[in-house]
T-cell receptor, first 113, second 116 residues
Framework: DAGVTQSPTHLIKTRGQHVTLRCSPISGHKSVSWYQQVLGQGPQFIFQYYEKEERGRGNFPDRFSARQFPNYSSELNVNALLLGDSALYLC????????????FGPGTRLTVT | GENVEQHPSTLSVQEGDSAVIKCTYSDSASNYFPWYKQELGKGPQLIIDIRSNVGEKKDQRIAVTLNKTAKHFSLHITETQPEDSAVYFCAGSSNAGGTSYGKLTFGQGTILTVHP
């Protein structure tokens, strides 16, 4: 079985642009959580989605949005990019809403110049 | 909200020695505590976890202990090997109020270096 996949691997954007990051969870998993990991820090929770509905939101501005598709894949969108948005964006795959374990993908490295 | 503190920030040991990383949490409702290992250029890998109804859990060379009263939990790695070198993160989560375990609050990480 394939693990969690994320695309693209790396991305360079300019301030003010917008970006879309993609995630496919493990087959059979119905929920994804998104995290931002700034260099040298632990990941910070952005969103959780389950069955296409938002089930949790972290302390991030409205420039951050996400959605989940019927095949359980997910997109994270960030508008009006700031230099401070430069980070590794991680997607975690979760089997169900009652499940404990989260399995992370390799992440997308976003650099904003 | 939950706050997770992790110590030490760096840890250097000789191959074969034991390594201990400690975390404290602030929210008494937290009841699930996973540990992740992150190697350079990779996403975090779940290595062990513990739920609040258990005080200790062991998996080969790795063990985790939980003290709910003191609100702290620890990762113990015995017989360390060079391939154990990585950044280790503790985290906490809660399903209080009918929420899920989908939100993890992470510690700041510990850079573990195992010298051959």
């Amino acid at each position: 079985d394939a693990g969690v996949t994320q695309s693209p691997t790396h991305l360079i954007k300019t301030r003010g642009q917008h970006v879309t990051l993609r995630c496919s969870p493990i087959s059979g998993h119905k929920s994804v959580s998104w995290y931002q990991q700034v260099l040298g820090q632990g990941p910070q929770f952005i969103f959780q989605y389950y069955e296409k509905e938002e089930r949790g939101r972290g302390n991030f501005p409205d420039r951050f949005s996400a959605r989940q598709f019927p095949n359980y894949s997910s997109e994270l969108n960030v508008n009006a990019l700031l230099l401070g948005d430069s980070a590794l964006y991680l997607c975690a795959s979760i089997r169900s809403l009652a499940a404990y374990e989260q399995y992370f993908g390799p992440g997308t490295r976003l650099t904003v110049t | 909200g939950e706050n997770v503190e992790q110590h030490p920030s760096t840890l250097s040991v000789q191959e074969g020695d034991s390594a201990v990383i400690k975390c404290t949490y602030s929210d008494s409702a937290s009841n699930y505590f996973p540990w992740y290992k992150q190697e350079l250029g990779k996403g975090p890998q779940l290595i062990i976890d513990i739920r609040s109804n258990v005080g200790e859990k062991k998996d080969q060379r790795i063990a985790v202990t939980l003290n709910k009263t003191a609100k702290h939990f620890s990762l113990h790695i015995t017989e360390t090997q060079p391939e154990d070198s990585a950044v280790y993160f503790c985290a906490g989560s809660s399903n209080a109020g009918g929420t899920s375990y989908g939100k993890l609050t992470f510690g700041q990480g510990t850079i573990l270096t195992v010298h051959p």
